[in-house]
């Protein structure tokens, strides 16, 4: 696995990175086991004080931090910016609110016998982190800020394509106070990933990624008894209903299938219109996506980025060519691309029937899925048949018909009026192939933790 910097807009590999030797993994085995040690007995207040400093350390040096992005993945620099915000958002969600959440609860028991019952919520230990490129600091972020918080250490291997940014935020969390061994970047190997696991003093294993990488490292956490969490691929379905704003509807379905180039778990990849409003929303869809503009990430002119790679955009292109020999129709949506850059020029695919296989398929890109549904019946049939289920939308005017449509479609998160979003303050996961466990909040915060009970009886005698 070889860790380097590539820029996506003009190919350049500008630094090279060792994979991690196996001396260098039990080096960072020790000091997180050691640092782990100090840091469970850290009042919460200390341990909280450390995230509000790298929260103001992200602002304070913000354009520092989304010009790396920019750099390493191809991320629009002002979308590189909006994540460098909402990660310090992320820190500042466990600051404000963690202590209150790892708050003991004491527990109503009728039985005479249990004169206090009190559930703890005690940190475990070493937790593994393994993350993808397409958000490098928020998906750093959302794992670490709850994890610090709730007195657990972080070892990091990030995706290969993104060393800097992994580096960087190594780096963030040391000048934010935080002792060494408490997170760790590891540049490491599949091969070393599972000694890690293997570790005794590992107690969990976090990772967002493929549905491929999400069953091998399941595998291998579950047989070493460990418990994870997965947050895996996407096929958002983006419901588009009779009673829409359908200018409102296309705006925000623009934007859903085509931020950071569409290299979105939760994105909106499959739009589903009902017959009555198809042929107009289709024609004012098509129009908007034709005045994206590709170009360079760092302009702020531009509003279509390149992929994170030459091989990520080589891989799409072959999923819309098969996509097509199995009998959907493509029709070029987007203004001309640059000549050089990783970049895929949108695509609309339409006529999928359920015997092509890319019915079922993810398309991480700029390609759009579109549907039409006979009626709102079938659009939720076709939201739910899917392998997947991590987010989706529903657009009408009349919210509580959207409540009862949301109701009725089978994933993790259902937006009403806007696609799948992400925000410091709400949970995110899936089902199905989209995983398992949830981020975030209070979930996120008491995923790797032992849920302890205390209880008190004050009797002589046979319990």
Excluded at 355 to 361: F, R
Excluded at 427 to 446: C, N
Aim: overall charge negative; glycine content about 8%; charged content about 20%.
């Amino acid at each position: 696995m070889a860790y380097a910097t590539t820029n996506p807009y003009t190919g350049e590999t500008i630094k090279n990175f060792p994979s991690a030797t196996d001396a260098e993994v039990a080096l960072a085995l020790d000091r997180g086991d050691a640092a782990f040690g100090n840091w469970k007995s850290t009042p919460i207040q200390q341990r909280i004080a450390i995230l509000q400093k790298a929260a103001d350390l992200l602002r304070a040096n913000s354009e520092e931090y989304a010009k790396l992005l920019t750099l390493e993945m191809g991320k629009l620099l002002g979308e590189a910016q909006a994540e460098v915000e909402l990660s310090a958002a992320i820190f500042e969600y466990y600051v404000e609110s963690a202590e209150r959440q790892l708050a003991p609860e004491k527990l109503p028991s009728k039985d005479p016998v249990v004169t206090e019952a009190w559930l703890v919520h005690e940190p475990l230990g070493i937790i593994l982190a393994i993350e993808p490129w397409n958000f490098p600091y928020y998906q750093i972020a959302r794992i670490i800020a709850p994890q610090l918080a709730a007195g657990n250490v972080v070892v990091l291997k990030h995706a290969s394509n993104v060393p800097q940014s992994a580096a960087l935020f190594e780096k963030l969390m040391l000048d934010a106070g935080l002792p060494v061994g408490g997170f760790k970047n590891l540049y490491a190997t599949r091969e070393q990933l599972e000694t890690i696991i293997n570790d005794p003093r590992v107690h969990g294993v976090a990772l967002t990624g493929s549905e491929g990488a999400g069953a091998v490292v399941a595998a291998q956490a579950g047989k070493a008894l460990k418990k994870s969490t997965m947050e895996l691929g996407g096929a958002d379905a983006f419901v588009v209903l009779d009673d829409a704003d359908i200018d409102k509807a296309v705006k925000w379905a623009v934007f859903g299938r085509h931020w950071n180039a569409g290299q979105v778990c939760c994105s909106s990849k499959r739009i589903i219109v009902v017959e009555e409003v198809y042929d107009a929303f289709l024609e004012k869809y098509k129009a908007s996506v034709a005045v994206l503009k590709a170009g360079d990430p760092m302009d702020p002119t531009t509003t279509l980025a390149p992929l994170s790679s030459q091989s990520a955009a080589d891989d799409i292109q072959k999923q819309v060519e098969d996509a097509i020999k199995h009998g959907a129709t493509a029709t070029v949506i987007g203004a001309a691309i640059p000549e050089r850059g990783a970049f895929v020029q949108p695509v609309l695919l339409t006529d999928l029937t359920k015997d092509n296989p890319a019915y079922y398929w993810e398309f991480f890109g700029p390609v759009s899925l579109v549907f039409r549904a006979k009626g709102e019946s079938e659009a939720i049939e076709i939201a739910n048949d899917s392998p997947f289920g991590l987010g989706g939308s529903v657009f009408t005017q009349n919210i509580e018909r959207g409540r009862q449509v949301a109701a009725q479609i089978s994933t993790g998160m259902v937006y009403i009026n806007h696609p799948t979003a992400v925000k410091a303050d709400l949970p995110f996961g899936g089902v199905r192939r989209s995983g398992y466990g949830r981020e975030l909040i209070g979930l996120g915060l008491k995923e790797f933790v032992n849920h302890k009970l205390i209880g008190v009886t004050d009797i002589d005698g046979q319990f």
